[in-house]
Nanobody, 121 residues
Framework: QVQVVESGGGLVQAGGSLRLSCAAS????????MGWYRQAPGKQRELVAR???????NYADSVKGRFTISRDNAKNTLYLQMNSLKPEDTAVYYC???????????????WGQGTQVTVSS
C-alpha cells in the first residue's frame, strides 16, 4: 500500500508565503515525476508545477517566478515554496505522484487528499 499526504496549507495575506509538503510512504520502489495541482471553486484542476526524478521542472505561467518546486528523494517528499501569494492562488492544492510500487513493473499515479490554501486581499 502507498500513502500520499500533503501538509502546509493555511490562510495567509496577499504577499505572504507558504510551504507545502507532500510525503509518500509505503511499498515504494521508486518515484518518477511528482507534481502539484490546484483546484479553485468552480474551476477545473490545473497543473501548478512538476519535477522529474532527474530534477527537471516546469511551471504554470501564472506562478513562474513566485513558486519553487523541489523534492527530497531520500525522504520521498515533495515541496512547493509559494512566495508573493495572490488572492487568485486560493485553491485546494493536490500532490500528484507517479510511483513504481514494490513487486510491480508498471507505475501508478497517486493523489493526495488536498490541502486548502487561502490568500486574503
Amino acid at each position: 500500500q502507498v500513502q500520499v499526504v500533503e501538509s502546509g496549507g493555511g490562510l495567509v495575506q496577499a504577499g505572504g508565503s507558504l510551504r507545502l509538503s507532500c510525503a509518500a510512504s509505503g511499498s515504494i520502489t521508486s518515484i518518477n515525476t511528482m507534481g502539484w495541482y490546484r483546484q479553485a471553486p468552480g474551476k477545473q484542476r490545473e497543473l501548478v508545477a512538476r519535477i522529474t526524478s532527474g530534477g527537471s521542472t516546469n511551471y504554470a505561467d501564472s506562478v513562474k517566478g513566485r513558486f519553487t518546486i523541489s523534492r527530497d528523494n531520500a525522504k520521498n517528499t515533495l515541496y512547493l515554496q509559494m512566495n508573493s501569494l495572490k488572492p487568485e492562488d486560493t485553491a485546494v492544492y493536490y500532490c500528484n505522484v507517479d510511483i513504481r510500487v514494490r513487486g510491480r513493473l508498471e507505475s501508478f499515479i497517486y493523489w493526495g487528499q488536498g490541502t486548502q490554501v487561502t490568500v486574503s486581499s
